[in-house]
Nanobody, 121 residues
């Protein structure tokens, strides 16, 4: 089992920045690929970014490419999402997840509880 806890969400003005953190405990953190999902009100949950266990390969959905940066520190069992140039359409609950690279694009086994990000115009 892997337990995940997100933090760092909040209210920010458009154009601002936030850094989300995902702290992991339980089974070996560095074994898993990690990812960030988000779900806006009334919309389906979407995968926005992933990072492999080594951090050597990352993925971003087009809507966040160039604005968001995913990273991880395996020594601290923590993953991050640096979000810059935030837009009102980035408003959502953000979830971190962990599993294999393949499962990350399907249905990861391990999820955090979510953290709200609200971007005001």
């Amino acid at each position: 089992q892997v337990q995940l806890v997100e933090s760092g969400g909040g209210l920010v003005q458009a154009g601002g920045s936030l850094r989300l953190s995902c702290a992991a405990s339980g089974r070996t953190f560095s074994k898993y690929a990690m990812g960030w999902f988000r779900q806006a009100l009334g919309k389906e949950r979407e995968l926005i970014s992933t990072i492999t266990w080594s951090g050597g390969s990352t993925y971003y959905v087009d809507s966040v490419k160039g604005r968001f940066t995913i990273s991880r520190d395996n020594a601290k069992n923590t993953m991050y999402l640096h979000m810059n140039s935030l837009k009102p359409e980035d408003t959502a609950v953000y979830y971190c997840a962990a599993d294999s690279v393949v499962s990350m694009s399907l249905l990861p086994r391990y999820w955090g509880q979510g953290t709200q990000v609200t971007v005001s115009s």
